[in-house]
């Protein structure tokens, strides 16, 4: 069937099977392969991306239930070459190790930082909670999430106390 | 040289070691890293794996006509297919044979069946459901300890080992000083006897495994994208297994994510993608699922330990021993150096002084899935440092002793270095006192232990159900394995490649056996360039994960990397230099012994002005300037590294817990670790090491668990039964550091990549057990196994509750 919806800004329609996931639609029709895929139970959360500025696990969403709906991925995160603030937070916090988890952690972090520009240590906690990483015990995570938080225009900005 | 000598690059990056941004990070932040899933070929077909449902089961049959007639598939493999090809079995890495498509019958739940290759994934996994197997049923062996039972089924039915003791029994396999051991244990004053279970868990990376395929049949080239910690000797292996001529393999490994030991071995899926691109001529991706990662890939651990310890009533630790019934499962396909069967795990005498120590390894076969070491254990050091540990605290407990104070009465000193273990390991160096007083001191110890008193003493009147404990350990690992006359895998010597090139404009390449599944070497090895030539570290590019493109090697894990390729970048390093310091002594006209070195630049001593930066230097090489005889043109240099010896890297723990004692409910209210790897090239990679194998650990003591049903059903299979730490389990860790250089490694580092997840462990039980006052639970303390605990009967962890 065929399916449109707008990923990252621009309108994408596709011939697919109904029972496509769309963690695989944006991966292998889409070439987006940012959004990763870690697990069958919804669990990892290394596939979360954005439906209507919401943070979704690709991997249990039809691809289909997208449909006339905006799709946001990690690739949309920068500003061409300018990392956003939480990618720079990242780096700067050393939030990543292998890199697999990241693009999902982000996602879910960036929608808690739209919501509450200056979280706390336990509700970054309890956000991120869906979404597993193997490499860094979450401390750096936590910390490159307060790095965005205190830097809301990235590097060069700092929330004056 | 200390951090703030060093100098700065325009860039803003040390010039050596030092705090410094990823360069990986750059494109992992963008989401343009390239996994192996992520390898798109054109004309890729896509494979999928049949498993089977049962343990242990006779194949009677299996019809794959359904499969074949469906419209997308090209090709279906099973091991018939296989064995007209001679693929059907292959070498493990530990002189034992593994199926890769079963032929005669299965032997543990998940093994491969059958190879299913379609136009697209999905297709692939509908014709699985077209395949008709029969199987006939045997009864599984899913107890280590009924294994070697007069009754218990043979598992390996296909080995001719007429000497077997057992046709179940794969090795005894001893270390230490028995005699002497038994001596000092009939004459000790106090002797405590505990056993205990290190489970089997799984490293479960967020990646799974998975290759991409693709043999060129012009050419006769093989290129596999594939996820390997080790992509030299699986190249190797491949040549070996496939009778492929090795020159005309390339194993890439391309991003890595994540490792921990699930990588190093050859699974069947990847032979099957290069069988399913051989019959069809096309490149094949095969990436499994997570169900399939967790139920038929390298598990870890499945150590069942009986411990005894002797000593003195004042507290003086006399002796240990110990006797392992190791479930290996239905292949022996742990990966460790061939002289060591159990990997390292005699070091189990630990960080103490004392002279009597025996370990009796009896290793078994049982109907699960093969593996063995992994999960970022050290070769088995994470077993040791458990027993130790665990043993330290019954012994402290026995004596009533407070557990640090017994510590510190017998770890060894720093005089003591080098100092030779019971067991025959020779420790390079270390000041375990002072790890040990320091990481007391950020925790505050006594402070908490009066806080401890009063919780106690609150539970005991009634007044709470909520209690405390505070759990050490201090760890000695022995990584970086070689040296190659000792340690190799498959005969292929433990010693790593290295080369560097310095390009005319004094901008470098260096390439490396040992491949990062997130330890950030491309960061770090331009790093020791920069420590060692002055050239920025952004000036240095790093290659690896290619084995057209890098030297030999057998790659990363044991944290084998800065101990051993880190050795051999410094090696090549200084071999640049000192070419470096020829070429400027014939540009500036002087004997190169008239030169001095300071960090990017040769000088003329006593003349500073007069001299050549190494960005100079290298023009020059390139350019017309006249050499000195025998002195070729260039900047470069290679290396092999062959380690004289292991490092010796350690560290002190203590995790504070608060422990419901109606629900059995643990939280981890604080992580201290002090951890002493020698000088750090990167503070902050260092520490973000540490952090991930902290949660290792409390995902082990606390969650973390593969056990099996009757019928050998695994009972982890997946993310919603094998529960992974998230950010809630896990406290802010409070790290310190202590540094003592290993005296035989050219830059004195001793690697770091599996200390925490070595070390934590036994810290957070120790801790557990310490606030309910119990002597031993196994791991992992979910809230039913320390109530149980407390109620006085323990659950068994590794079977199921029938
Ligand atoms: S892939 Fe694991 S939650 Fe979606
Ligand atoms: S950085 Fe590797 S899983 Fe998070």
Same mark, same amino acid.
């Given at each position: 069937m065929q399916v449109t919806m707008t990923v990252n800004g621009d309108a994408v329609t596709r011939e697919i099977e109904p029972r496509m996931l769309l963690v695989h639609f944006v991966r292998d029709e889409l070439g987006l392969t940012g959004t990763h895929w870690g697990c069958d139970t919804s669990n990892c959360g290394t596939c979360t991306l954005w439906i209507d500025g919401e943070p979704v696990k690709s991997c249990t969403t039809l691809a289909v239930m997208a449909g006339g709906h905006e799709v946001r991925t990690v690739e949309d995160l920068a500003d061409g070459a300018n990392l956003s603030p939480l990618q720079q937070g990242f780096m700067e916090e050393h939030g990543l190790q292998c890199g697999f988890c990241t693009p999902g952690m982000m996602m879910t972090a960036q929608a808690l930082l739209d919501k509450q520009p200056d979280p706390d240590e336990a509700t970054i906690r309890e956000a991120i909670c869906g979404n597993l990483c193997r490499c860094t015990g979450y401390e750096n995570i936590v910390k490159a999430v307060r790095w965005a938080a205190e830097h809301p225009a990235g590097a060069d900005s700092e929330v004056s106390a | 040289m200390t951090a703030t000598d060093v100098p700065v690059s325009a860039e803003g990056n040390p010039i050596g070691f030092g705090r410094m941004l990823r360069k990986e990070d750059a494109r992992f932040l963008r989401g343009r890293g390239k996994y192996v899933d992520d390898v798109q070929l054109k004309g890729m077909l896509h494979g999928a794996i049949l498993r089977s449902p049962f343990a242990h089961a006779r194949i009677v049959s299996i019809d794959t006509s359904a499969a074949e007639a469906h419209p997308k598939v090209k090709a279906v493999v099973t091991g018939a297919v296989l064995e007209t090809l001679n693929l059907a079995w292959m070498p493990t890495l530990s002189q034992d044979t593994q199926s890769v498509l079963v032929t005669d019958k299965v032997r543990f739940q998940g093994q491969e069946v059958a190879f299913v290759v379609a136009e697209d994934h999905y297709s692939a996994r509908d014709a699985l459901d077209l395949i008709e197997v029969e199987y006939e049923q045997l009864p599984a062996v899913y107890d280590a300890k009924k294994a070697l039972d007069a009754d218990a089924p043979a598992i390996r039915d296909d080995l001719d080992r007429p000497d077997a003791p057992h046709p179940n029994h794969i090795y005894d396999w001893e270390a230490g000083n028995k005699e002497h051991t038994e001596e000092v244990f009939a004459n000790a004053e106090v002797v405590v006897t505990q056993e205990m279970l290190y489970p089997r868990v799984h490293p479960a990376p967020m990646e799974t495994c998975g290759s991409v395929a693709d043999m060129d049949p012009v050419s006769g080239k093989l290129t596999i994208w594939t996820t390997t910690q080790a992509p030299h000797a699986h190249r190797t292996l491949y040549a070996l297994v496939a009778g492929l001529p090795e020159h005309k393999i390339q194993v890439i490994s391309p991003d890595i994510g994540g490792g921990f030991g699930n990588k190093v071995g050859i699974y069947p899926g990847y032979v099957c993608s290069i069988v399913g691109s051989i019959l069809t001529g096309k490149p094949v991706k095969w990436v499994e699922d997570r169900s399939e990662n967790l139920m038929s890939t390298s598990f870890a651990r499945d150590y069942h330990m009986t411990g005894a310890i002797a000593a003195t009533r004042d507290g003086k630790i006399q002796g240990l021993k110990v006797d392992v019934l190791a479930d290996h499962g239905a292949f022996n396909g742990v990966a460790q150096p061939t002289k060591y069967p159990a990997g390292f795990f005699h070091i189990f005498t630990g960080s103490y002084d004392y002279d009597a120590a025996h370990c009796n390894v009896k290793a078994v076969y049982t109907n699960k899935a093969p593996g063995g070491v992994a999960y970022a254990c050290s070769f088995r050091v994470t077993e040791a440092v458990y027993l130790v540990e665990r043993m330290v605290d019954c012994l402290a407990q026995e004596?009533?002793?407070?557990?640090?104070?017994?510590?510190?009465?017998?770890?060894?000193?720093?005089?003591?270095?080098?100092?030779?273990?019971?067991?025959? +390991?020779?420790?390079?160096?270390?000041?375990? @006192?002072?790890? &040990?007083?320091?990481?007391?001191?950020?925790? %505050?110890?006594?402070?908490?232990?009066?806080?401890?008193?009063?919780? $106690?003493?609150?539970?005991?009147?009634?007044?709470?159900?909520?209690?405390?404990?505070? /759990?050490?350990?201090?760890?000695?690992?022995?990584?970086?394995?070689?040296?190659?006359?000792?340690?190799?895998?498959?005969?292929?010597?433990?010693?790593?490649?290295?080369?560097?090139?310095?390009?005319?404009?004094?901008? #470098?390449?260096?390439?490396?056996?040992?491949?990062?599944?997130? =330890?950030?070497?491309?960061?770090?090895?331009?790093?020791?360039?920069? =420590?060692?030539?002055?050239?920025?570290?952004?000036?240095?590019?790093?290659?690896? #994960?290619?084995?057209?493109?890098?030297?030999?090697?057998?790659?990363?894990?044991?944290?084998?990397?800065?101990?051993?390729?880190?050795?051999?970048?410094?090696?090549?390093?200084?071999?640049?230099?000192?070419?470096?310091?020829?070429?400027?002594?014939?540009?500036?006209?002087?004997?190169?012994?008239?030169?001095? +070195?300071?960090?990017? $630049? +040769?000088? *003329?001593?006593?003349?500073?002005?007069?001299?050549?930066?190494?960005?100079?230097?290298?023009?020059?090489?390139? %350019?017309?300037?006249?050499?000195?005889?025998?002195?070729?043109?260039?900047?470069?240099?290679?290396?092999?590294?062959? @380690?004289?010896?292991?490092?010796?890297?350690?560290?002190?723990?203590?995790? *504070?817990?608060?422990?419901?004692? %109606?629900? /059995?409910? *643990?939280?981890?209210?604080?992580?201290?670790?002090?951890?002493?790897?020698?000088?750090?090239?990167?503070?902050?990679?260092?520490?973000? =090491?540490?952090?991930?194998?902290?949660?290792?650990?409390? /995902?082990?003591?606390?969650? !973390?668990?593969?056990?099996?049903?009757?019928?050998?059903?695994?009972?982890?299979?997946?993310?919603?039964?094998?529960? &992974?730490?998230?950010?809630? !389990?896990?406290?802010?860790?409070?790290? /310190?550091?202590?540094?003592?250089?290993?005296?035989?490694?050219?830059?004195?580092?001793?690697?770091?990549?599996?200390?925490?997840?070595?070390?934590?462990?036994?810290?957070?039980?120790?801790?557990?057990?310490?606030?309910? =006052?119990?002597?031993?639970?196994?791991? @992992?303390?979910?809230?039913?196994?320390? +109530?149980?605990?407390?109620?006085?009967?323990?659950?068994?962890?590794? &079977?199921?509750?029938?």
């Open positions: - | 004596l009533g002793m407070d557990p640090a104070e017994l510590r510190m009465k017998n770890l060894l000193q720093p005089e003591q270095f080098p100092y030779t273990t019971p067991t025959g +390991w020779e420790y390079d160096s270390g000041d375990y @006192p002072r790890a &040990l007083n320091k990481a007391m001191e950020i925790a %505050g110890y006594d402070a908490l232990r009066t806080e401890q008193a009063e919780m $106690r003493r609150a539970y005991e009147a009634g007044e709470s159900q909520n209690l405390m404990g505070i /759990g050490i350990s201090f760890f000695t690992e022995g990584v970086g394995a070689g040296p190659k006359k000792h340690m190799d895998i498959l005969g292929l010597g433990m010693a790593d490649g290295c080369e560097l090139r310095i390009h005319p404009t004094g901008k #470098g390449v260096i390439r490396l056996s040992v491949q990062s599944q997130g =330890q950030g070497h491309e960061t770090t090895f331009a790093q020791i360039v920069a =420590q060692e030539l002055g050239i920025p570290p952004e000036d240095i590019d790093v290659v690896h #994960g290619d084995t057209d493109n890098t030297p030999f090697g057998l790659g990363t894990y044991g944290s084998r990397s800065t101990p051993v390729s880190g050795a051999a970048a410094a090696v090549v390093s200084r071999r640049v230099r000192d070419k470096a310091r020829i070429i400027a002594a014939a540009a500036l006209e002087c004997s190169p012994d008239d030169l001095e +070195w300071e960090p990017g $630049r +040769w000088f *003329v001593k006593g003349d500073p002005d007069r001299g050549q930066t190494i960005q100079e230097i290298a023009m020059a090489a390139h %350019g017309s300037l006249e050499l000195p005889e025998g002195v070729e043109g260039h900047l470069d240099a290679t290396a092999v590294y062959d @380690p004289p010896e292991l490092t010796y890297p350690f560290g002190a723990y203590i995790c *504070v817990t608060d422990v419901d004692a %109606g629900t /059995g409910q *643990v939280k981890v209210r604080r992580f201290i670790a002090v951890d002493d790897c020698g000088p750090r090239i990167n503070p902050m990679i260092v520490d973000g =090491q540490i952090h991930g194998g902290l949660a290792d650990g409390i /995902g082990m003591a606390l969650m !973390e668990l593969i056990a099996f049903d009757s019928n050998g059903t695994n009972l982890g299979g997946s993310f919603m039964d094998y529960l &992974l730490p998230t950010a809630m !389990e896990c406290p802010s860790y409070e790290l /310190g550091e202590t540094v003592t250089p290993s005296p035989h490694h050219p830059l004195g580092v001793k690697g770091v990549g599996e200390s925490a997840t070595v070390g934590s462990p036994a810290a957070v039980v120790n801790s557990v057990l310490d606030a309910i =006052q119990i002597r031993a639970a196994d791991m @992992p303390l979910t809230p039913a196994v320390v +109530w149980r605990a407390m109620q006085g009967s323990p659950l068994r962890n590794d &079977l199921a509750i029938e």
